[in-house]
T-cell receptor, first 115, second 118 residues
């Protein structure tokens, strides 16, 4: 059982380039999300999805796009990379239950540097 | 206003001693969950322990326990018998269960860096 698979692990982009961070989960989780982690800031929510075809913005969505065409996949697109998007990105998935008591499973993270 | 507050940016503890990492939270949702995650230097996020707002007893998982004080909106993590491998960043997080489609969202604190001294 692979859990949450996130690729690539490392990426260097030039300002203005676009790229897609891939995220796939094999646990049939309804909920998937993308976070970015910056020093001293904890993890901040970028976008999330509660099921195929449904996405919504989190706390810091600007400069990022997402789509959810299948339950398994939730790619994050950087449209025109900026140095401010240098960060570590995490994809997470969880099962949605009424009491919110399910843990989130995280991918290994992507360390992105924009130069 | 911050929903999750971790007031200790960094802490030191002697090996084999217990340590408490502080976490306070702010929510008006009667149904919520509180989580602690560990992030070692390798970068992965490791789930440690969960406490539900309706749970009557404090959660425990091996050497980890959660000191849940609902009236004070406090969910401190206690690590007993610290080991060198406990050196890591620790994040407190909350999920509010009643917010419709966003009920899956985890809100994180800024973290506490724990260093265990031999």
């Amino acid at each position: 059982n692979a859990g949450v698979t996130q690729t690539p692990k490392f990426q260097v982009l030039k300002t203005g380039q676009s790229m897609t961070l891939q995220c796939a989960q094999d646990m049939n989780h309804e909920y998937m999300s993308w976070y970015r982690q910056d020093p001293g800031m904890g993890l901040r929510l970028i976008h999330y999805s509660v099921g195929a075809g449904i996405t919504d913005q989190g706390e810091v969505p600007n400069g990022y796009n997402v789509s959810r065409s299948t339950t398994e996949d939730f790619p994050l697109r950087l449209l025109s990379a900026a140095p401010s998007q240098t960060s570590v990105y995490f994809c997470a998935s969880s099962s949605i239950e009424g009491q919110g008591n399910t843990e989130a499973f995280f991918g290994q993270g992507t360390r992105l540097t924009v130069v | 206003a911050q929903k999750i507050t971790q007031t200790q940016p960094g802490m030191f503890v002697q090996e084999k001693e217990a340590v408490t990492l502080d976490c306070t939270y702010d929510t008006s949702d009667p149904s919520y969950g509180l989580f602690w995650y560990k992030q070692p230097s390798s970068g992965e996020m490791i789930f440690l322990i969960y406490q539900g707002s309706y749970d009557q007893q404090n959660a425990t998982e091996g050497r980890y326990s959660l000191n849940f004080q609902k009236a004070r909106k406090s969910a401190n993590l206690v690590i007993s018998a610290s080991q060198l491998g406990d050196s890591a960043m620790y994040f407190c997080a909350m999920r509010e269960a009643s917010l419709g489609g966003s009920q899956g969202n985890l809100i994180f604190g800024k973290g506490t860096k724990l260093s265990v001294k031999p």
